[in-house]
């Protein structure tokens, strides 16, 4: 087995693993360790990681698990992902974790969280805000102040005093992780033969449930074996995906987007990785620095609130620009509110600037792959015919 091969196994299992075992083993080799989920689209794990907490991405059950017990807590016109969350907590594949955090996605994960009060009334549950004002003296203040809320739930609940100085040196190791996340980026953009997006994809799922210094390491592993083990370009076409920033779509689709022809030279997968765009600075005060990257170098989003109408769809474009993509493919969850209402304003922006774009939905549950295949392939090949043109 190649060490390409043998990285991605690795990461496929922990993929496939819904009982959280690495978890669990982390948790079990010291004593008084904590764990705490988190949905993966923007909370501050610099935080939980000072004090000594690790931060568990939770994504749902996707394709593996079959919702029972979570069908009867929500309606069946919304996304799935709360559904089948609710079922890896009632079906005991949670009982590990200390607490959970849900971050401001959307309204149905707010619901979620007041769920999770009233069915685990013995773990920490926080529904994490955040601002929609940017000033400094405004947003940021009252970020700063739930930053400070957090940051003393998480210090009670491991027991141990959260200082600045600890902050800072825990920004200091998810700056590493970041900095090697957009290297590992900018390295699929260049050769994305060389590193396939069902193998980044793996990557950073391994990354929700990996200490984050660890997962740093498996990432430099794996640019280092990739560049050592020449593979076949091909003639595809680049685009970029846009709307699975919270409900992950199957590893199927994916592949199936990629056998249609298609290079994915960006994404929106798990952006919590990617949410802080810059190095956060690592002295001075922490939650300020923490709450300044938020308000003026974070990603744009569906999710995250855009004070003005005339920046909607800029960051898309930039994103098309920069990685030289020559497509845009919208894959939204269905009844993703947030990714769906969004969705024609960005279509209207890109369609002004000439830039191609097709769109589908799924759920993380998606079965049938054909018909997604065909519209890609149609899509790649219309995209090369009309380039040749």
Request: glycine content about 6%; aromatic content about 10%; charged content about 25%.
């Amino acid at each position: 087995m190649s060490k390409v091969a043998a990285i991605i196994e690795r990461c496929q299992a922990l993929y496939e693993d819904l009982d959280f075992k690495a978890v669990q083993e982390w948790k079990n080799a010291a004593p008084k360790r904590k764990v705490v989920g988190y949905m993966p689209v923007y909370v501050p794990r610099e935080i939980a990681h000072a004090a000594g907490i690790l931060s568990v991405g939770i994504l749902g059950g996707g394709d593996q698990l079959e919702v029972i017990q979570g069908d009867a807590y929500y309606q069946s016109y919304i996304c799935r992902i709360p559904r089948s969350t609710i079922e890896l907590g009632l079906t005991g594949k949670l009982d590990g974790f200390d607490g959970m955090l849900f971050p401001s996605i959307c309204d149905v994960i707010r619901n979620l969280s007041g769920m999770w009060q009233i069915l685990f009334k013995d773990k920490y549950v926080r529904y994490f805000d955040v601002p929609q004002n940017y000033e400094d003296n405004i947003g940021g203040t009252y970020y700063v102040h739930e930053l400070e809320i957090l940051r003393d739930d998480l210090a009670k609940l491991a027991g141990v005093e959260i200082t600045n100085e600890k902050i800072n040196r825990s920004i200091e190791v998810f700056n590493e992780n970041r900095r090697v996340i957009r290297e590992l980026y900018a390295y699929r953009a260049a050769k994305p033969w060389q590193a396939p997006t069902t193998e980044i994809y793996l990557l950073q799922r391994a990354g929700m449930v990996l200490p984050v210094e660890e997962h740093t390491q498996l990432l430099r592993d794996y640019l280092a074996a990739t560049e050592a083990e020449p593979r076949q370009m091909r003639d595809n076409a680049r685009v970029v995906i846009n709307g699975t920033f919270c409900e992950q779509p199957p590893l199927n689709l994916i592949k199936s987007i990629e056998m249609a022809g298609c290079y994915v030279v960006d994404d929106d997968f798990m952006l919590v990785t990617r949410w802080l765009l810059d190095d956060v600075p690592s002295d001075g005060d922490a939650l300020d620095n923490l709450s300044k990257a938020f308000l003026h170098h974070s990603a744009s989003t569906s999710a995250k609130y855009e004070t003005k109408r005339e920046e909607k769809g800029q960051f898309l474009l930039q994103q098309v620009t920069e990685r030289r993509a020559e497509g845009v493919v919208f894959a939204c969850p269905s009844f993703c509110d947030p990714a769906l209402l969004e969705r024609p304003m960005l279509q209207d922006v890109l369609s002004a600037h000439g830039v191609p774009h097709t769109a589908f939905k799924y759920a993380e549950n998606t079965g049938q792959m054909a018909p997604i295949r065909e519209q890609a392939g149609t899509f790649a090949d219309s995209i090369k015919l009309w380039s040749a043109a």
